[in-house]
């Protein structure tokens, strides 16, 4: 009976950690004090659906990234403050969600919320959507900040995934308070080995990451 119950437990063990590829790894099994909220595993998103590819709220990284958010959630915890997490490895089949998506110009459910000053037609064009992502080799992720004393996120200025120029890491249309808070999250982020994309606040990639190939295994 204990032969059987181990053998059980190595089967399941194999089954559930086979979903990743070498060179990858859950954070939580790393870092499991970040706060996960994949919003793509969600209607809370531009799209207002449920993302193809995200059939769980895991956020998967490459080994070197996983390690490099927590040496940064380390230095935040330092200052009150955790890293919350919006979206990490994301597979090839969502980038193609996404295009799809911005195909159907009728679409235009949650315009008001994440792109009222933007026509969908123009998405692309100005690079809010692309056919391929960082996310997909594994070592991007998109993160904020809560503050661990009352447990609310830090005042960006947007939203997470927010098309305009207000997203801009460096953008004057915010108030002092908001540039503040996305300067420690900037400055933390790239002391740890991270590098921001100007265009939103929240988008940061491993510069040293490990793959350039991009993968399209599930979120699960």
């Known amino acids: 009976m204990r032969i059987f119950a181990i053998l059980l437990f190595t089967f399941n063990y194999i089954l559930f950690n086979n979903n990743l590829e070498d060179g990858f790894v859950y954070l939580k099994d790393i870092d499991d004090s970040v706060i996960v909220d994949l919003k793509y595993y ?18 998967i990284l490459t080994n070197e990234s996983a390690s490099a958010l927590s040496n940064a959630q380390d230095d935040f915890n330092k200052l009150g403050y955790s890293l919350i ?21 009728d679409d235009t459910i949650n315009k008001r919320i994440y792109y009222p ?14 056919y391929k992502s960082g996310h997909s080799r594994g070592s991007t992720v998109d993160v904020s900040l809560v ?11 947007t939203i997470f995934d927010y098309f ?21 999250l900037y400055e933390i982020m790239s002391q740890n080995g ?13 510069e ?7 993968f399209d295994f599930l979120v699960k």
């Open 164 to 184: 305009g120029i207000e997203s801009h890491t460096f953008s004057d249309d915010i108030t002092e308070k908001q540039k503040s808070n996305r300067l420690i």
């Open 194 to 206: 991270f590098k921001n994309y100007p265009k939103e606040w929240w988008h940061f990639t491993l």
């Open 85 to 105: 997490l919006y979206d990490a490895y994301r597979p090839q089949r969502a980038v193609d969600f996404f295009v799809q998506w911005s195909k159907n110009l």
């Open 147 to 157: 503050e661990l004393s009352t447990n609310k996120e830090l005042d960006m200025g």
């Open 117 to 130: 000053n933007i026509k969908k037609s123009e998405l692309f064009k100005l690079g809010y959507i692309a």
């Open 42 to 59: 969600s209607t809370e998103n531009f799209t207002g659906q449920l993302v193809e590819g995200y059939h769980s709220n895991t956020a």
């Open 208 to 214: 040293k990451e490990p793959f350039k190939k991009y």
